[in-house]
């Protein structure tokens, strides 16, 4: 079984940089759509980003478009979130998630694989 652990959140200042990577054991990703999701306190889980097995297809939320960047090594079973000129509102756990084909899709039921997350917080 698929296990994702995510690293590289933190505090960081309004119009900052984080890199997160979530990191694969137990089996491979390698064809496996990947995707990371954010929930901030009182809300919904929400999509952020996703890749396609291969890397061919990126999609992201609107809310992030231009300003984050995922990315995917499969040689290290490894995926990646560049996040640039943050925003307070991006403040929110970030949880990657592996999904049950190689097809990008948005919803979490897409997903069969899930990190615990981590913490992202951007101070104004």
């Known amino acids: 079984q698929v296990q994702l652990v995510e690293s590289g959140g933190g505090l960081v200042q309004a119009g900052g940089s984080l890199r997160l990577s979530c990191a694969a054991s137990?089996?491979?990703?390698?064809?496996?759509?990947m995707g990371w999701f954010r929930q901030a306190p009182g809300k919904e889980r929400e999509f952020v980003a996703g890749?396609?097995?291969?890397?061919?297809?990126?999609r992201y939320a609107d809310s992030v478009k231009g300003r984050f960047a995922i990315s995917r090594d499969n040689a290290k079973n490894t995926m990646y979130l560049q996040m640039n000129s943050l925003k307070p509102e991006d403040t929110a756990v970030y949880s990657c998630?592996?999904?049950?084909?190689?097809?990008?899709?948005?919803?979490?039921?897409?997903?069969?694989?899930w990190g615990q997350g981590t913490q992202v917080t951007v101070s104004s």
């Open positions: 998630a592996a999904g049950r084909t190689g097809v990008l899709l948005i919803a979490t039921n897409g997903y069969a694989y």
């Open positions: 137990g089996g491979t990703i390698s064809y496996s759509a």
């Open positions: 890749i396609s097995w291969n890397g061919g297809s990126t």
